[in-house]
């Protein structure tokens, strides 16, 4: 008997599946790097290894957001290729973004409005009357600010402006990143060696957003540029949730994900922005996409159901 389903949480910077039986206890979890094609050469390689052999039982249907992914795109289509070859073609599967898949865990497939800012940053909406709405989600070239990598690249370019100036008053922010880098603090020889770090990143866009926590760290030491830089994320995104929604002309919950949003600062200065405290997310991306596989294999999903889900999910 087939009792037992698949979701996938595949993002810019790791990626998750867990395998659910019938009454909602968690019986398998994988993990695996990031698998975003638009960063990540070998996203390919990364699902192909997450997803082989999974199942201790005979799997009903899967659900796999994945970062990247639209049907309206024809690049998609490798990765439907890429999972359709993983799981065989007796599973229905339900691909979508990985934003549509948190959100459905935030709210419990409940309608609002959730702000993902990890390594990228999106907006996804969904009232369930109309079409589920995406503002923002432009990748780090034309768009994703208030994200993680945003973040850390404008602090960046405060290190690069005062090794170009010298500006006294940009010193000690400059040299709290350098210092967080293990990179020279003397802006004579400073500059040599962040073009080094860059050059020999494995993967720079992730390493760039890593600097988002060390600049929170910094907001939380009282350091007023850090701060800035965090309230400019926190009104960047702020703005895109009310842009949302104006544009279904309803004023859903709003609610968050992502590791730019474990920032106090963030999560306050958008509190203040909205004028509305966040909903605190009830699941994981990994769980509202649990939720979604359960539903397109005909499951009931109780409140029952749904704290052993929970309960299989925090032991991860």
């Not at 698998?35 to 659900?63: M, Q």
């Not at 994703?144 to 010193?171: K, M, N, Q």
């Not at 949730?241 to 279904?248: C, G, S």
Request: charged share 20%; hydrophobic share 40%; net charge neutral.
């Amino acid at each position: 008997m087939n009792d037992a389903i698949l979701a996938v949480d595949g993002g810019g910077t790791r990626t998750r599946a867990v395998v659910v039986a019938r009454d909602g206890h968690v019986i398998e979890r994988r993990h695996a790097g990031g698998s975003n094609p638009y960063d990540k050469a070998d996203w390919a390689e990364t699902l192909r290894g997450l997803l082989h052999g999974i199942g201790s039982r005979p799997l009903r249907a899967a659900t796999v957001g994945l970062a990247g992914y639209s049907a309206l795109r024809p690049s998609s289509r490798m990765q439907e290729e890429v999972i359709r070859q993983a799981l065989g073609p007796d599973i229905t599967i339900m691909m979508c973004p990985d934003v549509e898949i948190a959100c459905i865990g935030a709210f419990a497939d409940g309608p609002g409005i959730l702000a993902l800012a990890g390594t990228g940053s999106v907006i996804w909406a969904d009232d369930h009357q109309n079409p589920p709405l995406r503002i923002g989600g432009w990748g780090f070239m034309l768009g994703d600010e208030g994200s993680g990598y945003w973040i850390g690249r404008i602090a960046l370019g405060r290190v690069v402006h005062f090794i170009d100036t010298r500006h006294p008053g940009e010193a000690a922010f400059a040299r709290s990143i350098l210092q967080a880098l293990d990179l020279p603090a003397d802006p004579d020889i400073a500059g040599e060696a962040l073009l080094e770090w860059q050059r020999v990143q494995a993967h720079p866009r992730s390493a760039i957003a890593s600097l988002a926590h060390v600049v929170d760290r910094l907001a939380d030491e009282g350091c007023v540029e850090a701060t800035r830089i965090l309230v400019r994320a926190a009104r960047f995104l702020s703005s895109q949730v009310r842009t949302a929604r104006t544009r279904l002309q309803r004023p859903l919950p709003w609610s968050h994900s992502g590791s730019v949003f474990h920032s106090r600062t963030v999560v306050e200065t958008v509190t203040r922005f909205l004028d509305e405290a966040p909903q605190p997310p009830q699941f994981s991306a990994i769980g509202g996409g649990a939720m979604r596989a359960a539903r397109l294999a005909g499951w009931d999903i109780d409140p029952s159901w749904l704290a052993r889900l929970r309960h299989g999910l925090s032991c991860d």
